[in-house]
C-alpha cells in the first residue's frame, strides 16, 4: 500500500515536469537536450528509490514473518511448560512439577486420669500435615499423615501412619471416583475427627472403640451432592478389603482395623453414609445423615462370618445454640460352630455385636469483649460444652472390660482466638461395670491450631 502511494506521488510530479517543459520545448529548442537530460536524471531516481523501497517492503515482511513464527514458538513453549514442567529428583530422574498445598493440624494436652497406673503428664499428641495437589482441573490428590505421640522409633512410643491418601477423579460435582487408601463413610465424626475442629480434647467413646477414627482402608469410592428444590443430598461410599477378625471387649474395633496390604478372605466390605441439608426457614442449619456396612469377617473366605453396621448423626444449630449426636453399631452373624460368648473356663470367646452413642450440646459466645483480648483477630468465641456418651463393646457380656459398657459426662469450656487455633479444658466423670469401673474420672486441658 506504501509502495503504491509513492510511486503515485513520484509519477505525477513527472507529468507535471513535462507539462511545465512543453512551452519550453516549442519555444526554446536549444534548451530541449537540457532538459530531457534532466528528465532521464529525475526517472533513474524514482526507479531507485522504488526498487529501495521495495527492498524495505520485503524486508519488513521477512522480519514480521520471523517475529511471528518466534511469538509462535515462545507460545508453544510456556503452553508445554505448563503441562511437563518438570524438577530433577534423586539421581537427576525427571518428574513432573504440579500445584500442591500443604496444611495439617497440631495438639498438645496436659492430661489427668484416675486410671490405675496413670501419672497426671504432658502429652505429645498429634502433628498431622496435609497435603492437596492439583494435578489437573479434574484430578485432585489429597493425603494425611499422621505423626502420633512423637512418632516411631527412638525413645518416641508412637506411630507415623498415612491416615488417608485418595486420588480423585471429579467428572460431575454429583460423581466424583476416587481410589487409594480413603477415610472410611461411616457416622460424622470419623470424617470430621481434626482437632481443631473438636470441641472437646476427648474423643466420644462411640468415636474410638466402635468406629475407630481415623478409621481407612484401600479400597474404591465415589461421592457427590445433588441440590435439591429443598435442600441438598449427598452420598458418601467405598468398596474396601473392610475390617480384620480382632473385635475384642477391651479395645472393640480398634484392633480390628489394618489390611492394607491383602484382604482375610474374597469378599469385600461396603460402607456408605448419605447425608440430607434441608432448607429449613425454622433454624440456621441442619442436617441428618444415615450410614450403613456391609461384609463378611475372617480367613474362610465366603461362607465366613457376616457383618453388618447402621449409624445416624444429627448436626443443628440454631443462634448461639449447636447439638451434634451419633449412634452406630456393628453386629457379627458368627458362623455355626463358633465357641459361645463366655467359655466354660470363663474366658471370653468372640465379640457378636457393639454399639455406642454420644450427644453434644454447645453455647457459643462472641461477645464484643472477646475481641478486646490479647492475640484475637476479630473473630474471638468462647463455648460451653457438654457431652453424654456410653458405649457397650460386648453386647452378650455386661462388664466384660474396663471400657465396656461405660457411660460418661463431660464439661467443658474452650477459646478460640481465632477460627484456627483453640484452647480447651474439660473435666469427664466416667464409670463401667468392668474391672476399676469406678476410677475413670478424667481431666484434660490441650493447645490445638490449625496451620
Not at 21 to 30: Q, R, T
Request: net charge negative.
Amino acid at each position: 500500500m506504501m509502495e503504491r502511494k509513492r510511486t503515485a506521488r513520484l509519477a505525477g510530479a513527472t507529468l507535471a515536469l513535462l507539462l511545465a517543459a512543453s512551452p519550453v520545448l516549442a519555444n526554446e529548442g536549444d534548451e530541449r537536450d537540457d532538459v530531457i537530460e534532466e528528465l532521464q536524471k529525475e526517472l533513474r531516481e524514482f526507479r531507485a528509490e522504488q526498487d529501495r523501497m521495495r527492498k524495505e517492503i520485503e524486508e519488513l515482511r521477512a522480519n514480521s514473518d520471523r517475529r511471528d513464527a518466534d511469538l509462535d514458538a515462545a507460545v508453544a513453549d510456556v503452553v508445554r511448560g505448563l503441562d511437563t514442567a518438570t524438577y530433577a529428583g534423586p539421581s537427576g530422574v525427571r518428574r513432573p512439577k504440579a500445584s500442591i498445598d500443604i496444611g495439617g493440624y497440631f495438639s498438645t494436652r496436659y492430661v489427668s486420669s484416675q486410671k490405675p497406673g496413670k501419672h497426671s503428664s504432658f502429652v505429645d499428641m498429634r502433628l498431622v500435615p496435609q497435603i492437596h495437589a492439583e494435578i489437573s482441573r479434574n484430578i485432585h490428590f489429597d493425603s494425611e499423615i499422621e505423626i502420633e505421640h512423637a512418632g516411631a522409633g527412638g525413645p518416641a512410643d508412637g506411630e507415623i501412619v498415612v491416615e488417608y491418601a485418595e486420588l480423585s477423579f471429579v467428572f460431575d460435582p454429583r460423581f466424583v471416583l476416587k481410589a487409594g487408601t480413603l477415610l472410611i463413610p461411616f457416622g460424622h465424626f470419623n470424617l470430621n475427627h481434626d482437632d481443631p475442629m473438636n470441641e472437646l480434647s476427648e474423643r466420644p467413646r462411640v468415636a474410638r472403640f466402635v468406629v475407630p477414627s481415623a478409621f481407612d482402608i484401600p479400597g474404591i469410592g465415589a461421592e457427590g451432592a445433588f441440590d435439591m428444590d429443598d435442600g441438598v443430598l449427598s452420598y458418601n461410599v467405598a468398596l474396601t478389603n473392610g475390617f480384620r477378625d480382632a473385635f475384642d471387649s477391651s479395645k472393640g474395633a480398634r484392633n480390628a482395623r489394618g489390611l492394607f496390604e491383602e484382604d482375610e478372605n474374597d469378599d469385600k466390605t461396603v460402607f456408605g453414609r448419605m447425608a440430607f441439608v434441608p432448607t429449613a426457614s425454622f433454624i440456621d442449619s441442619l442436617s441428618v445423615a444415615v450410614s450403613g456396612a456391609f461384609g463378611r469377617l475372617g480367613a474362610n473366605g465366603r461362607g465366613s462370618d457376616r457383618l453388618t453396621g447402621f449409624g445416624v448423626d444429627l448436626q443443628a444449630k440454631e443462634g448461639p445454640w449447636e447439638f451434634m449426636g451419633e449412634y452406630d453399631s456393628f453386629s457379627i452373624n458368627r458362623a455355626s460352630g463358633t465357641p459361645p460368648p463366655v467359655l466354660p473356663n470363663g474366658d471370653l470367646g468372640p465379640v457378636r455385636g457393639l454399639d455406642g452413642y454420644y450427644a453434644q450440646l454447645l453455647y457459643r459466645l462472641d461477645a464484643d469483649w472477646l475481641n478486646g483480648l490479647p492475640i484475637t483477630e476479630g473473630n474471638a468465641t468462647m463455648a460451653f460444652v457438654l457431652r453424654r456418651d456410653q458405649v457397650d463393646l460386648n453386647d452378650r457380656v455386661r462388664g466384660a472390660s474396663g471400657q465396656d459398657d461405660e457411660r460418661a459426662w463431660t464439661v467443658g469450656i474452650n477459646y478460640r482466638p481465632t477460627a484456627k487455633t483453640v484452647v480447651k479444658i474439660e473435666y469427664r466423670w466416667a464409670d463401667s461395670p468392668g474391672e476399676d469401673g469406678n476410677k475413670r474420672d478424667f481431666f484434660a486441658f490441650e493447645f490445638a491450631t490449625y496451620f
